[in-house]
């Protein structure tokens, strides 16, 4: 049996980058709800225009803040610098040198795909999928495959902590609309990416936001899970929160599962 902590939310953001709650606030809720550690990981700056990444101009006073909460929490909470790092094979000096600046804990997420120098989102809304998914014309296998690549790209960089959402491209895949997880070239994908998290030696999160989204499963899906059990990979929760109220949510439901 793995030994998984339910007791740590390695995973949310704050208003620094697309959440909700400050910093303080995200902190007394992990209090309130009885976590012992968190990890703020808000979505690092960007060298393009998002609707969530942080400002750039930011990134000094985020982590002087998130210093400043632990102080005033004081022991009873462990308070991680983090971030979520997308990964961009075509940016990867400029991830580099964010990465260097001595983080707690860096997960690694894959938002989107480059496209002849167009980003197209995996994990946004449908009609922004729909169009990722045409940017590959219409080929989902092979727009499944750079989306694994990627993230097998991501750990063979030896930055990165903790692998983010991994199956997340399943968001809008209700009743196998685009993929069947089943298939064979699907589970050979991830089976490769895992091998890659297991070689590279980084862990996996389960990510219980899928369970609002419309998915309505974790990421990743159960057999995922299983098998990164299986190859003992570690395991970490994420709540991945953008608002306190929702910190630890789930867990009591991953721990059913496990
Ligand atoms: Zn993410
Ligand atoms: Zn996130």
Redesign the pocket.
Known sequence: MTNIDFFSDF?M?STYSDGTGTIKEMARSAIEKGLTTIAI?D?MPLPFKTRYAMNMDRLRDYRKEICKVQQQVGPKLTILAGL?IEFIPEIADWIKDIAAMDWDILIT?VHSLSVDNSHYMVNGNEKEFNKTLDAFKGDIQSLCRKYYQTIQQAAATHLFDIA?HLDVIKKHNGANRYFDETSDWYQLLVEETLDGLKHHQIKMEINLAGLNHPANATYPSDWIIASAIKQGIPIVLGS?SHQPETLGQYFDRALAYL
Do not use: I, K, Q
């Open positions: 995973h953001h990981t979505h979520e997420s983010g991945d």
